[in-house]
């Protein structure tokens, strides 16, 4: 199928791997929706034979992201169109929603392939020689394998965490619970972490996936349950907060969530420097820039810590090319620092990350 709608592609599809699905006589309750974006199948018509950045055409590699991530909206916006014609609506806060988790999908996606062929590299694989991204300056170690999860809506990331870590943040929650207090957590939406020696041999981690089928997609996205209560707190190698767009009264959450990220792993279980980004489409009319030059928290707090922002970046891709190509330059700078210990047989992370000036 094309990345762009094609009617005769379309008119081929079974009715239940369409882009939009017809509600009128089977209305949800309480709500007046009249049809519905199925967006497992909008990234699997759109991205049948590529994953951006990994298209054997340049264009789709270096076309500007915001086109790359919007055209599943308009593939399902023709498709409805194309059936039901003037009876065809959607409204703004449906595919806002929508829109927004294509972006975290697809982001996911392009770091995965990245991420993928960095391990099949570490592990003695060769690098392709016309791929588009430079061969890592790191000497390959299979100690060096990272994975990129794409985390689901409300998860706690501590889930992720070793039980002696998690027994920790537990100890802690529940002495803030004997005063009515709390320490949530707010998830954020990608996390790139040291696989843990138990998991490296699976092949999944050396996988790039060819396409965004319906079977590709929940790959990415599950691939978090197999890693659950196996990663150190200094194996969290970057945290990402996709919003594909950014508004006002909403640019505090990130901030937060980087916050208690580096509260708990720096401040509570003595990891290295929590990395944190937001990557966003657009944050025009916001103060963003302003905003995430905010120091972490707990590095003011604590006098002898080196003082870094709670936010290491605000990023705005160009293209899917440049997303990858970032997560890769991260991976050369970070994962030098990741070697075997005295034993060989877990990874470790230095300590006193980021090195001195």
């Known amino acids: 199928m094309p990345f762009v709608f094609s009617e005769v592609a ?3 599809l079974d009715e239940a791997e369409r882009c939009v699905e017809d509600l009128r006589n089977r209305p949800v309750r309480g709500r007046d929706t009249k049809f519905r974006l199925a967006q497992t199948n909008m990234l699997a018509y759109t991205f049948a034979e590529f994953v951006p950045g990994f298209s054997t055409s340049h264009v789709f590699n270096t076309q500007p992201y915001g086109e790359t991530v919007d055209q599943p909206l308009h593939n399902a916006d023709a498709e409805g169109r194309l059936f039901f014609t003037a009876d065809y609506e959607i409204k703004s806060s ?8 294509i972006f975290e999908i697809v982001s996911s996606a392009v770091m995965w392939n990245i991420a993928a062929r960095w391990n099949a590299y570490m592990t ?4 392709p020689l016309r791929s588009g991204y430079p061969r890592p300056t790191v000497i390959p170690d299979p100690n060096r394998q990272v994975a990129v999860l794409n985390l689901p809506r409300g998860y706690d990331w501590v889930e992720l965490l070793t039980p002696p870590a998690t027994e920790k943040i537990t100890f802690l929650r529940n ?3 004997s005063s009515t207090l709390k320490l949530p957590t707010s998830t954020p939406d990608i996390a790139v972490v040291a696989i843990p020696e138990n998991r490296r041999d699976n092949d999944l981690w050396r996988t790039e996936f060819q396409n965004l089928s319906r079977l590709n997609q929940a790959e990415i996205q599950h691939a978090y349950r197999y890693l659950e209560g196996q990663i150190e707190p200094g194996e969290i190698l970057l945290a990402i907060a996709c919003k594909k767009s950014l508004r006002s009264d909403r640019l505090y959450q990130p901030l937060y969530e980087a916050n208690i990220m580096q509260l708990l792993l720096e401040g509570h279980l003595g990891a290295p420097r929590v990395e944190f980004e937001v990557h966003t489409l657009s944050h025009f009319g916001t103060d963003a820039l302003t905003t995430y ?3 972490s928290l707990y590095s003011v707090l604590v006098p002898e810590r080196v003082k870094h922002r709670a936010v290491r970046e605000l990023y705005v891709p160009e293209n ?4 990858a190509r970032r ?3 991260f991976l050369n700078e970070r994962v030098q620092l990741i070697a ?9 992370l230095d300590i006193n990350w980021p090195p001195s000036s």
């Open 340 to 348: 075997p210990d005295d034993v060989g047989a877990t990874a470790k």
């Open 124 to 127: 003695g694989g060769k690098w």
């Open 175 to 177: 002495e803030l619970k």
């Open 94 to 101: 449906a595919q806002a929603k929508v829109g927004g988790d």
């Open 293 to 295: 030059e905010a120091a």
């Open 320 to 323: 899917a090319q440049g997303l």
């Open 327 to 329: 997560l890769l330059d």
């Open 10 to 12: 379309t008119r081929a």
